[in-house]
Nanobody, 121 residues
Framework: QVQLVQSGGGLVQAGGSLSLSCRAS????????MGWYRQAPGKQRELVASISYGGTTNNADSVKGRFTISRDNALNTVYLQMNSLKPEDTAVYYC???????????????WGQGTQVTVSS
């Protein structure tokens, strides 16, 4: 059984920094793209940043220059370093990973449990 477990997040003042991590566990053969999404109250879930197995990244315009996504393939873990946080970054953050497990035989999208990030003004 494959699962993603997130850690990090919390409350910070505007201009501050927070970090998130997300580790995949279970019977995993390979993880393709990993990413972070967020959902603010009353809004749709949106992509924040993604990273391929080889390390190619894609960031939303709203976080470019402030957020950095990285991954450790040996640990099946993806990270999100968030700097210069703004109140509009407040949301529940979710990690997602495209995982090839031993049971499924194909890539399936798995989601983390979600972590609240709150930025006060």
């Amino acid at each position: 059984q494959v699962q993603l477990v997130q850690s990090g997040g919390g409350l910070v003042q505007a201009g501050g920094s927070l970090s998130l991590s997300c580790r995949a566990s279970g019977f995993i053969l390979r993880i393709n793209t990993m990413g972070w999404y967020r959902q603010a109250p009353g809004k749709q879930r949106e992509l924040v940043a993604s990273i391929s197995y080889g390390g190619t990244t894609n960031n939303a315009d709203s976080v470019k220059g402030r957020f950095t996504i990285s991954r450790d393939n040996a640990l099946n873990t993806v990270y999100l370093q968030m700097n210069s946080l703004k109140p509009e970054d407040t949301a529940v953050y979710y990690c997602k990973a495209q995982i090839l497990g031993t049971a499924a035989g194909r890539y399936i999208d798995y989601w983390g449990q979600g972590t609240q990030v709150t930025v006060s003004s």
